[in-house]
Structure formats: structure tokens, C-alpha cells
């Protein structure tokens, strides 16, 4: 049987969830957590970033209309700079 592959899509929201979660059982201390990117091109690359701009764009928008506060803001702010970390470190074929 063979393992389906995930769309960029699908790794996006698995790398958000995954970053998420690991940043709440450490108690957002900081630690710049990194994903391991199944996706290995520059188009891939620049998809996720892509949907990572949109992630900050909606963030942003969140915050200047209060749905989001402060500490919400911070915690989903490192999870987008840990989303850019992985991205960053993506091995491009």
C-alpha cells in the first residue's frame, strides 16, 4: 500500500497545528521550534510562505480590531515566526 502525500496545504496546516501544540505544553518559553518540511522545491517553498503571509495579514488584522489580545497575539506570533524558521531551513532540490 502506498502512503498518500500530503498537499503543501495539508503540511501547512500540520506544521501549524504541530507548532502550536509543542509551543503550549513548553509554555511559549521562546525556543524557536523547527518542522521537518516534507516539500523540497522552491515552489513549494514559496507556496507555504505564501499562506504564511496570510496567517500574519489575519493576525494583524485580529489584533487592530480586538479579537485578538495580547497574549493571544504573542502566542500566535511565535508560532509564525516558528512557521518562517521551518520554512527558512527547507531543503530546496
Known sequence: ???????????????????????????????????HIEHFSKKSQTMLQKMLDRQKERLDWDRRHGFADDEEYSQKAKV?????TSINEMFIL
Open 80 to 84: 509564525i515566526s516558528d512557521c518562517q
Open 1 to 35: 500500500m502506498t502512503e498518500k502525500r500530503q498537499t503543501v496545504r495539508e503540511e501547512f496546516e500540520e506544521m501549524w497545528y504541530e507548532l502550536r501544540r509543542w509551543n503550549r505544553k513548553d509554555g511559549w518559553d521562546g525556543t524557536p521550534y523547527c518542522y
